[in-house]
């Protein structure tokens, strides 16, 4: 075996993705960390869960803090439930001002706080940035059985929900410089593509199986930089 690592995140991390002919989520067999563990011949724990915010990861982590030294290191993706916001009050009440589930200058405090936990419990962390969504898609997925018009009027046009996102991407990697965490970049090999909608599922957010191919493959060049240099190939 050549290393080990252990990863902390949502449902990108966890290999969740939008079956479309069964109109349901599941667990993706090859998902990215299921294929880098076997191309890699690393041990992964995943410890990633569906709907997971930076605060619901802090609790998950905390179950585990006394494991974190056995690994070489922990991968840390949060940001992509952070950003979200409760539909459903949006298209009751549009005019209304309504907090996203986890504000920026919070979530970067806590993802801050995180990195010092598993530090501090003898772990290595390293950080992902968020894969792009398509906007068109994932509008038209929280619209259903709500008021769209109502959500527009929220928004203001459809696109913010990119840059929205796209914010949340940017002070992960600004969080990566400032901690002095290695960042693994998966977002730009979705966005060197002229099209990368097609890396993601019908709801616009979650990639699928062409897309966990596409983040194994930056992490399989990646990862094995961060391992202790005995352990390499």
């Not at 056995?70 to 005019?95: H, M, Q």
């Amino acid at each position: 075996m050549k290393g080990s690592v252990c990863i902390f995140g949502d449902s990108v991390a966890k290999g969740v993705v939008f079956d479309g002919a069964r109109k349901k989520y599941g667990l993706l067999k090859d998902s990215f960390a299921n294929i880098v563990g076997s191309r890699q011949n690393i041990a992964i724990a995943n410890f990633a869960r569906f709907g997971c915010t930076i605060s619901m990861g802090g609790e998950i982590l905390k179950r585990h803090e006394g494991e974190l030294g056995r690994y070489d290191y922990t991968i840390l993706e949060f940001g992509g439930n952070d950003c979200d916001y409760n539909w459903a009050k949006v298209s009751e009440n549009p005019l209304e001002q309504h907090q996203c589930n986890t504000p920026i200058p919070q979530f970067v405090e806590k993802y801050a706080e995180l990195i010092g936990r598993v530090r501090q419990n003898g772990g290595r962390p390293v950080i992902l940035n968020l894969p792009p969504i398509d906007p068109q898609r994932y509008f038209n997925w929280i619209c259903r059985g709500l008021n769209e018009k109502n959500i527009l009027t929220f928004l203001g046009e459809i696109e913010i929900i990119y840059h929205w996102q796209e914010m949340y991407s940017k002070a992960v990697e600004a969080l990566a410089v400032k901690e002095k965490v290695p960042l693994i970049d998966i977002r730009s090999a979705f966005l060197r593509k002229k099209d990368f909608t097609p890396y993601l599922c019908a709801d616009g957010i979650h990639p699928n199986d062409a897309g966990h191919r596409l983040i194994s493959g930056v992490l399989c060049r990646t990862l094995p930089n961060f391992l202790p240099k005995t352990l390499r190939a």
